[in-house]
């Protein structure tokens, strides 16, 4: 995880390190489709409906991921 400005995710691709990190902050955060060497991280709401979803290796991954983490993450108590 970064500490430089706050992002929970690298701006491109992470590692399962860094989504295992970001899924244990954020109740509604989890790695689905695993498929050992690749995965997508999701964000759904308290409802369970899919808000956002990345592969780990795409381009933007975690841009895009940290822009709905920050406006819908949950985090835990």
């Given at each position: 995880m970064r500490d430089t400005d706050n992002s929970p995710l690298p701006p491109g691709p992470f590692t399962r390190e860094q989504a295992t990190a970001v899924a244990t902050l954020y109740i509604n955060v989890a790695i689905e489709d695993d498929q050992g060497t690749?995965?997508?991280?999701?964000?759904?709401?308290?409802?369970?409906?899919?808000?956002?979803?990345?592969?780990?290796?795409?381009?933007?991954?975690?841009e895009w991921?940290?822009?709905?983490?920050?406006?819908?993450?949950?985090?835990?108590?």
């Open positions: 690749h995965f997508r991280l999701v964000i759904r709401d308290s409802e369970g409906q899919l808000i956002w979803r990345a592969w780990n290796f795409e381009a933007s991954a975690g991921l940290n822009r709905y983490i920050a406006s819908h993450g949950i985090p835990h108590p």
